[in-house]
């Protein structure tokens, strides 16, 4: 059948989301074999739209696909991947006749600590991969208007998304807390917005089976969202650990993540400590996403997401080679 074609469906969210709207009804493009759904994956690079092969009688492209690590060198690669690539998505789309499109954005185009941005919040980006993705909005929309009577377009721009599998930025920090070894930067009170991976793809497959009409927008975090002290409370309750209260000034967390910057600069070495790290952790990073909740139900909450994760992860660890690594 292969009524979706979904471009960038190896990676973290594909994987979930292909296993969702099942396997029959898909075909993946990447530049990875999937490690699930290898009989479905073509390779291609969609910076290269020779590369990029799909099927007229694909109803709805899910563009997935994206560059978004915080160490992309050289920076011109998120603007390639984020940018290029969807503009050539785009043609192949127009050359195929297919008006159905759904693409994951980003809430890193409303910048750092901003005051809960609904999706009228304007663009401020703070670093290159949130540049490039409002970039790539931007493309999606000049296409859309010019036949907006029979297109339908619905971008996802979702926070943070963790889950079983992702050895992304909620991971490291889960494991440091785990650990019962962890230091609190800051004061602790600011608030981070998460997503789970299976209400990320729950929301997806709902804008698949509506087929709307129409540009739709829609930020994607749930809630309620915890400050830095309570995620850190939930995980003490989950993992029965008594974690030490000690905490360290934002400046000096700050020095710290610069002299990582230079040894970096100098030795050619990434480490998990950047200046760019401490201060997305002690930014709030806080959205609202009260439309998505309005349009469809998340079959869970923030903490039944973020326990599967540490029951998976931690509590009763599973021997699984299939890893997923973003930010």
Same mark, same amino acid.
């Given at each position: 059948?292969?009524?979706?074609?979904? *471009?960038?469906?190896?990676?973290? $969210?594909?994987?979930?989301?292909?296993?969702?709207?099942? $396997?029959?009804?898909?075909?993946?493009?990447?530049?990875?074999?999937?490690?699930?759904?290898?009989?479905?994956?073509? *390779?291609?690079?969609?910076?290269?739209?020779?590369? &990029?092969?799909?099927?007229?009688?694909?109803?709805?492209?899910? =563009?997935?696909?994206?560059?978004?690590?915080?160490?992309?060198?050289?920076?011109?690669?998120?603007?390639?991947?984020?940018?290029?690539?969807?503009?050539?998505?785009?043609?192949?789309?127009?050359?195929?006749?297919? !008006?159905?499109?759904?693409?994951?954005?980003?809430?890193?185009?409303?910048?750092?600590?901003?005051?809960?941005?609904?999706?009228?919040?304007?663009?401020?980006?703070?670093?290159?991969?949130?540049?490039?993705?409002?970039? +790539?909005?931007?493309?999606?929309? #000049?296409?859309?208007?010019?036949?907006?009577?029979?297109?339908?377009?619905?971008?996802?721009?979702?926070?943070?998304?963790?889950?079983?599998?992702?050895?992304?930025?909620?991971?490291?920090?889960?494991?440091?807390?785990?650990?019962?070894?962890?230091?609190?930067?800051?004061?602790?009170?600011? !608030?981070?917005?998460?997503?789970?991976?299976?209400?990320?793809? +729950?929301?997806?497959?709902?804008? =698949?089976?509506?087929?709307?009409?129409?540009?739709?927008?829609?930020?994607?975090?749930?809630?309620?969202?915890?400050?830095?002290?309570?995620?850190?409370? $939930?995980?003490?309750?989950?993992?029965?650990?008594? &974690?030490? !209260?000690?905490?360290?000034?934002?400046?000096?967390?700050?020095?710290?993540?610069?002299?990582?910057?230079?040894?970096?600069? &100098?030795?050619?070495?990434?480490?998990?400590?950047?200046?760019?790290?401490?201060?997305?952790?002690? #930014?709030?990073?806080?959205?609202? #996403?009260?439309?998505?909740?309005?349009?469809?139900? #998340?079959?869970?909450?923030?903490?039944?997401?973020?326990?599967?994760?540490?029951?998976?992860?931690?509590?009763?660890?599973?021997?699984?080679?299939?890893?997923?690594?973003?930010?």
């Amino acid at each position: 059948m292969n009524r979706y074609a979904i *471009i960038g469906g190896s990676g973290f $969210v594909g994987s979930k989301l292909i296993s969702t709207i099942g $396997v029959n009804n898909c075909y993946n493009l990447d530049k990875n074999v999937s490690p699930f759904f290898s009989k479905i994956t073509n *390779i291609g690079d969609i910076r290269f739209k020779d590369q &990029i092969k799909i099927s007229s009688k694909s109803k709805f492209i899910i =563009l997935l696909a994206a560059e978004h690590r915080d160490d992309v060198s050289p920076t011109s690669l998120y603007y390639d991947v984020n940018v290029q690539g969807t503009l050539n998505i785009l043609e192949k789309m127009d050359e195929f006749s297919i !008006k159905n499109l759904i693409f994951t954005s980003s809430v890193a185009i409303y910048g750092l600590n901003k005051n809960n941005p609904d999706e009228s919040h304007i663009h401020d980006p703070f670093n290159h991969y949130g540049k490039s993705k409002w970039e +790539a909005e931007k493309v999606i929309k #000049a296409w859309y208007d010019n036949d907006p009577k029979n297109k339908s377009v619905t971008i996802i721009r979702p926070t943070v998304i963790f889950g079983e599998r992702n050895r992304g930025n909620v991971f490291t920090l889960l494991r440091q807390i785990s650990s019962g070894k962890f230091l609190m930067i800051g004061k602790g009170q600011n !608030k981070k917005s998460m997503a789970y991976v299976g209400n990320v793809v +729950a929301l997806i497959k709902n804008r =698949l089976e509506k087929n709307e009409q129409g540009y739709h927008v829609f930020n994607y975090a749930d809630k309620p969202d915890y400050n830095m002290n309570e995620l850190v409370s $939930v995980i003490e309750d989950k993992m029965k650990l008594n &974690i030490p !209260k000690i905490r360290i000034p934002y400046f000096l967390g700050m020095i710290c993540g610069y002299c990582f910057d230079f040894f970096q600069k &100098i030795t050619g070495k990434k480490f998990s400590i950047s200046s760019v790290r401490v201060k997305k952790f002690c #930014a709030t990073t806080q959205f609202n #996403a009260i439309k998505a909740h309005n349009s469809f139900n #998340a079959p869970y909450s923030l903490k039944e997401g973020l326990d599967k994760t540490l029951e998976y992860e931690f509590i009763n660890p599973k021997k699984d080679d299939i890893l997923f690594y973003s930010e």
